[in-house]
């Protein structure tokens, strides 16, 4: 291949070491500040900035949809790793966010392909809720190590707009699309026998009004279910690391080097991995670092979920944990919010750009994937090669340095525009196009019948 990436080639000749080969990043030009988002809102000072831990959260108006996201950052990934379409067996969506119940963001970006004749790609979209990008990488992966695998790799694009009404639900939202490239023989290895899963039905978070981009969500059950799934995940994870690893005690100071989560907004990444460390208590309460903590031994699980003392005492107790294992994972879900599906690989991302790759070399990356409703997984990569030519690419602290930041009586203006723009017909967006990147794609126009054509600004 003209990109230099290994790859196996013969379907008959099983893969080694599938994972991540390269990663490609987009987020819009504009944010919103939300410590004056705050003043803006009338809310106490660090309501958003504190209670959320959030910095700057990245937005769009009419002239972005979920497509154009897509398109945009498939094709600068492309671009970047200099990899011919035709080289691409399979390509899989993840993302909530949907202008249409049956046309998949994925048959829109076969526009992509048009110009190479390969139109044979499998893959279509996965749906829920911020679990589908997730899922959309367990298919490609499991593509590449199976029977059917034609030699080809596979494209995984995780995705999302994260909107929500007016009021204090707005500042949780956010941006962006990941693109991953998988494959044999990657730096990025999924580990194998280290994944665990817990899924249930509620009603946390959901959008069932398809004439509204706005979510309906019970902010307390969604909390719970985050930490319940974190609990759930992690107990079975650590059994299948003292299987693995051939240890008898697994903790957070041995299951993983790193540590990742899907972050609705970084506050509640804390509190996940508090529930880890309660977790790691329950199994060994004697041990001598829970000195002074043995009053938590014995509350009933389901009250230990809303118990905000048992919370407090243990984000306190795995904060040096947070501070070397988990921080480095957040720098994109500070400054850019809830990304839903792209969120967890944005997180990645973050890490990979945060810490030197000879670092980060044999190093475990252990990562949480939430979606409400509700879907979890937890699972292991391995750091086997270099991971300097993805930070390179990605470049993701300086790119975020070159945003404009647009103030909130402007942000509230934009938000209204998407909200009164959704789903309408014969109509050509308005927003300029200077508030674009350059290299991205743009919605041009929707016909009479509700046909989206997209055209992309200058590179330069």
């Known amino acids: 291949m003209s990109n230099g990436v290994a790859q196996n080639g013969h379907s008959n000749v099983r893969p080694n070491d599938v994972g991540i080969l390269g990663m490609e990043v987009y987020f819009p030009l504009r944010y919103v500040d939300q410590a004056e988002l705050e003043q803006f809102d009338g809310v106490s000072a660090g309501k958003y900035t504190i209670g959320l831990g959030q910095s700057k959260m990245s937005f769009t108006d009419d002239r972005e949809d979920i497509a154009s996201f897509c398109m945009t950052a498939v094709q600068n990934f492309m671009e970047k790793y200099n990899i011919a379409y035709e080289d691409i067996g399979r390509l899989e969506v993840g993302t909530e966010t949907v202008v249409d119940k049956s046309k998949s963001t994925k048959s829109v970006l076969m526009q992509l392909f048009a110009e190479s004749g390969n139109f044979h790609v499998e893959g279509i979209d996965t749906t829920n809720a911020c679990y589908g990008g997730t899922s959309a990488l367990f298919n490609a992966v499991h593509w590449v190590e199976s029977s059917h695998w034609d030699g080809r790799l596979a494209l995984v694009v995780a995705a999302d707009i994260a909107v929500y009404a007016k009021g204090n639900a707005r500042p949780s939202g956010g941006a962006g699309a990941v693109v991953m490239l998988v494959g044999p023989n990657a730096p990025v290895v999924f580990e194998t ?21 706005f979510p309906e969500v019970d902010g307390p059950l969604s909390v719970v279910s985050y930490v319940r799934s974190v609990d759930q995940c992690y107990q079975d994870f650590l059994k299948k690391v003292e299987k693995v690893d051939g240890v008898a005690h697994a903790s957070l100071d041995n299951a993983g080097d790193y540590f990742v989560f899907h972050s609705p907004y970084t506050k509640q990444v804390a509190k996940g991995l508090a529930r880890m460390g309660y977790m790691d208590f329950l199994r060994q309460p004697d041990a001598p670092e829970y000195v002074g903590l043995q009053n938590y031994r014995d509350v009933p699980y389901e009250q230990s979920l809303t118990t905000k003392e048992i919370e407090r005492a243990f984000v306190a107790q795995t904060k040096p944990v947070m501070a070397s294992k988990v921080n480095p994972s957040l720098m994109a879900a500070r400054d850019i919010g809830n990304s839903y599906c792209a969120s967890l690989y944005f997180g990645l991302a973050s890490l990979l750009c945060a810490v030197p790759s000879e670092e980060l070399q044999g190093r475990r990356v252990v990562c949480f994937s939430y979606g409400s ?88």
């Open 373 to 460: 409703g509700s879907a979890a997984s937890m699972f292991a990569l391995r750091v086997k090669g270099s991971v300097a030519p993805l930070a390179e690419r990605l470049q993701l602290r300086e790119r975020l340095e070159k945003r404009t930041k647009v103030s909130p009586e402007d942000f509230d203006q934009l938000m209204s525009l998407r909200e009164k723009t959704h789903q309408l017909r014969d109509y050509q967006p308005t927003g300029s196009l200077d508030n674009l990147f350059p290299g991205t794609y743009y919605l041009a126009n929707v016909d009479t019948k509700f046909r989206r054509d997209y055209q992309r600004t200058p590179l330069n």
């Open 193 to 213: 026998g280290l994944r665990s899963t817990y899924m249930q039905h509620l009603y946390d978070f959901y959008k069932p009004d398809l004439s509204s981009e």
